[in-house]
């Protein structure tokens, strides 16, 4: 089949690599170079870095929905355009470009977890089952009819970009079997249920703000959903700390206020929350290396709350 593939990051770059060795990707249309790091220089998208080894046409529309950008797709001939992880949304006038329409890979089990990080929502919601979902691409968010689903279990400790990554090979497996029965004419698409719709929406960074009144479980689940991004953080006076990594401990907090730090012998950074101890494994002072437990209870002075 003829391609057109509309991704961004990493999480597309599985589908494109496994596309461009069965099929004919005749562009690849990625978001324009952004500045990146300290110094602000221009940073190629992980679906561009591809896309050039693979020795592939490149498109990075500032708008997709451009006159040109359009025209450049339209020329391209495709059978079908697939999307994954391309972060602008897609109007009908790019949509209905291809013969056989326009497929996207999803990173959930639709209609659960619409929107834009469906992967960060899973965890933090504590879902212990997730997927992929190919379908339709229509004028609505990701309401499109389906195509095909296939299930994965997230483990208790994993993160989302840990996640993210597997769910991207499960991907790359569906978009070909999705292709090869949109092809074949075996493959019929179908309507979303009404029941058990939920939305993911852009994580803002004030999302991954700890609320140590909440469970353990939950704050462990908003700790791993949210990294690499956009990463746990919490208040230790008016220092800001970032948190990468906990674990459940099954401790009650006993005297613990939410938030305060349990002094004692034990050499770990347990934290009080609403229910029980939750286990700090890894955190980052402002300006300062990741660090483990131990040395962060090192370099405290007294008692100690977070907020």
Known sequence: M?????????FACPALKAMADA??????????????????????????????????PILQPERVKADDA??????????????AAYGQILKERVFAIPSLGTINIHASLLPAYRGAAPVHWAIVRGETETGVTTFFIDAGMDTGDMLLQRGLDIG??????????????VGASLILDTLDGVD???????????????????????DGRVDWTKSAAEIHNLIRGTNPWPGAWTKLGEERVKVHASAR????????EPGEIAL????????????ELIELLEVQREGRPRIDGKAFLNGLRGAARFA
Request: charged share 25%; net charge neutral.
């Open 184 to 206: 074949a004419g075996t493959l019929s698409a179908t309507p979303q249920p009404d029941e058990g719709v939920s939305l993911a929406p852009m994580l803002r960074r004030e």
């Open 264 to 275: 004692g012998e034990t050499g770990r950074l347990l934290v009080g929350t609403g229910g």
């Open 70 to 83: 359009v025209e450049a797709i339209r020329a391209a001939s495709p059978d079908v355009a697939v999307v």
């Open 2 to 10: 003829r391609i057109v593939f509309l991704g961004t990051g990493s």
């Open 23 to 56: 099929h004919d990707v005749a562009l690849v249309v990625t978001q324009p170079d952004r500045p990146a790091g300290r110094g602000g220089g221009l940073r190629e998208p992980p679906a561009k870095e591809l896309a050039t080894r693979l020795g592939l």
């Open 156 to 169: 208790p400790d994993e993160t989302a970009g840990a996640l993210e990554r597997r769910l991207a090979e």
């Open 249 to 256: 401990t099954g401790i009650g907090r006993g005297s613990a």
